[in-house]
Nanobody
Framework: QVQLVESGGGLVQAGGSLRLACAAS????????MGWYRQAPGKQRELVAR???????NYADSVKGRFPISRDNAKNTVYLQMNSLKPEDTAVYYC?????????????WGQGTQVTVSS
């Protein structure tokens, strides 16, 4: 089993910054992609940013240039630096990891962390 533990959410004023972290633990062979998704009230969950094991990234258009994603493969941890936050960034942010057990790939999700941006 694999666990994803998130940290770093909270309340911040518009224009401020927060840094999210997500650490994977458990028994697995490797982790392919890690990323962050978010879900605002009444909306579908959407991709925010994603990074592969080799370092390739992709971002939602709404966060490009503001939310750099990074990864420490040795620590199985992914980070999301959120800068210039806007009220519309308010959501529950979920960590996601595509984990290879040695036989198959499986997606895992964190429990979610609330990010609230006040205007």
């Amino acid at each position: 089993q694999v666990q994803l533990v998130e940290s770093g959410g909270g309340l911040v004023q518009a224009g401020g910054s927060l840094r999210l972290a997500c650490a994977a633990s458990g028994r697995f062979f490797s982790i392919n992609a890690m990323g962050w998704y978010r879900q605002a009230p009444g909306k579908q969950r959407e991709l925010v940013a994603r990074v592969t094991q080799s370092g390739s990234t992709n971002y939602a258009d709404s966060v490009k240039g503001r939310f750099p994603i990074s990864r420490d493969n040795a620590k199985n941890t992914v980070y999301l630096q959120m800068n210039s936050l806007k009220p519309e960034d308010t959501a529950v942010y979920y960590c996601n990891a595509e984990v290879f057990s040695g036989s198959y790939y499986r997606n895992y999700w964190g429990q979610g962390t609330q990010v609230t941006v006040s205007s």
